[in-house]
């Protein structure tokens, strides 16, 4: 089973930027995608980018282009985060699925998240 860690967070002035990694082990078939969510609170668990293991396509939420990165090194993804604003705020997991999708129900392995807070 896909074993997913991730680590990075932390509280950042707006306009900052943090690296979010996600080291995933366990896998069982060479084809895969892993995504970043995020939950603020109070509010549901919603999709930030993606990237499948087939050509390295990788996908945004239209709230992060431009200033969101994702991208894979080995068994590690990134997620770098630029420009940040206190509406990224929230608990950031990473998720291992087969479905490029933005549902969280697509994704069958979640890591334990990484606070990620945006505050002056």
């Known amino acids: 089973q896909l074993q997913l860690v991730e680590s990075g967070g932390g509280l950042v002035q707006p306009g900052g930027s943090l690296r979010l990694s996600c080291a995933a082990s366990g896998f069982t078939s060479d084809y895969y995608v892993i995504g970043w969510f995020r939950q603020a609170p109070g509010k549901e668990r919603e999709g930030v980018s993606y990237?499948?293991?087939?050509?390295?396509t990788t996908y945004y939420t239209h709230s992060v282009k431009g200033r969101f990165t994702i991208s894979r090194d080995k068994n590690t993804v990134y997620l770098q985060m630029n420009s940040l604003i206190p509406e990224d705020t929230g608990v950031y997991y990473c998720?291992?699925?087969?479905?490029?999708?933005?549902?969280?129900?697509?994704?069958?392995?979640w890591g334990q998240g990484t606070q990620v807070t945006v505050s002056s």
């Open positions: 990237i499948s293991s087939r050509f390295g």
């Open positions: 998720a291992g699925g087969k479905i490029p999708s933005f549902s969280p129900t697509d994704f069958a392995s």
